[in-house]
């Protein structure tokens, strides 16, 4: 089928516009992160004055006569997140539009290479991150406050905006049909399912640095103090890490036992110890480990984190490492 080089030109439109959409969405995130926090401390010093003067007949009392509060108009920095969401959401809708873009040109599954693979990966970690951000927000006993949760994003955001800028520079290929090694069904159900879990397994992995961040505020307070307590506690971070990965890890599971069966039907054998599917069973084996860990009284908390850590740090050696450096029958060609 010859390539529609005009849906391939949006589809790369689309993706550029999508990293300037995440781009700014970051940096609002980040701002309502740093200014927000300024608030928030600059209100319950006041909330305190307040107090103290009313049972004391203090002068903080006195000196908020005559002042007019506008409870209508938000603060600014919570306009920043709430704008910094819909930026997000456009992103997602620019973002997978370009995918649609891509597949529709080239008649095939919009992940035939490393620089739709990759792009696809960050569309699914968004993507992940805003249903957890909404299921949060309209929960009935909020884990934590909407501007500690509208934080996280900025720093989902950077992670996916390095991997989009490295896949539409470094790893950028030509809308083309596949090659004939991939030309099967399951490229849809085998490459979707290792999308999926790779994406969600990304967020879950930041919602654990985050932890360890905040777990070091939470042990030596005199460090990262500003940063540290406007991050959602560890029990927080923790959780969402932990139900992200426990509800991934099924999905990651059958991507590999379709990836088996893939390579059955294209080379005769279910499993060859091939450098991709040696690093995706590592993976697979650390994030076991996570979720025993996780479980195991003794080991919940920082260490449990640092494993979780380490599987992050697999899969992105497996993304970047053994797909492009290692030769064997998963590597891109052209790279």
């Not at 950077?158 to 069904?185: D, E, H, I, N, W």
């Not at 890890?249 to 450098?275: K, L, N």
């Given at each position: ?39 928030q ?21 006195a ?48 992940w ?84 999926i ?16 961040l ?80 996780r ?26 490492f ?12 052209g790279?």
């Amino acid at each position: 089928m010859p390539v529609n080089q005009t849906l391939s030109n949006y589809s790369d439109m689309a993706f550029a516009t999508s990293v300037v959409i995440y781009i700014a969405a970051m940096l609002l995130y980040f701002a309502e992160f740093a200014y927000g926090g300024r608030k928030q401390q600059a209100r319950a010093r006041e909330a305190q004055l307040v107090t103290a003067g009313g049972e004391s007949g203090g002068t903080a009392t006195a000196e908020r006569i005559g002042r007019i509060d506008t409870p209508g108009k938000r603060p600014l920095p919570e306009r920043f997140g709430g704008m910094a969401v819909s930026m997000t959401v456009l992103g997602i809708l620019v973002h997978a539009a370009s995918l649609v873009f891509r597949g529709v040109a080239t008649g095939r599954a919009p992940w035939g290479n490393m620089y739709e693979f990759g792009s696809a990966i960050c569309l699914a970690a968004v993507i992940a991150w805003t249903i957890v951000l909404f299921r949060q927000l309209r929960a009935e006993r909020r884990e934590a406050s909407p501007a500690q949760l509208r934080g996280l994003g900025g720093f989902l955001l950077l992670p996916v905006v390095v991997l989009l800028f490295l896949s539409g520079t470094v790893l950028y290929a030509k809308a083309a049909p596949l090659q004939p090694a991939l030309q099967s069904y399951w490229i849809v159900i085998h490459v979707t399912a290792a999308i999926i879990s790779s994406g969600a397994l990304l967020f879950a992995g930041v919602a654990s640095v985050l932890f360890m961040l905040r777990s070091r505020h939470e042990n030596n307070p005199l460090k990262l103090a500003r940063f540290g307590s406007r991050l959602p506690s560890t029990e927080t971070l923790d959780r969402m890490a932990y139900r992200a990965t426990v509800i991934i890890f099924p999905v990651w599971t059958f991507a590999i036992v379709a990836g088996a069966i893939w390579a059955e039907a294209a080379w005769g054998r279910f499993w060859g110890w091939d450098p991709k599917e040696t690093c995706s069973f590592i993976a697979w084996v650390v994030y076991a480990a996570y979720l025993h860990a996780r479980a195991t009284a003794g080991w919940r908390g920082v260490k449990a984190a640092w494993i979780n850590i380490a599987g992050l740090a697999v899969m992105i050696f497996n993304l970047f490492f053994i797909n492009i450096v290692v030769s064997g029958l998963h590597s891109y060609a052209g790279l």
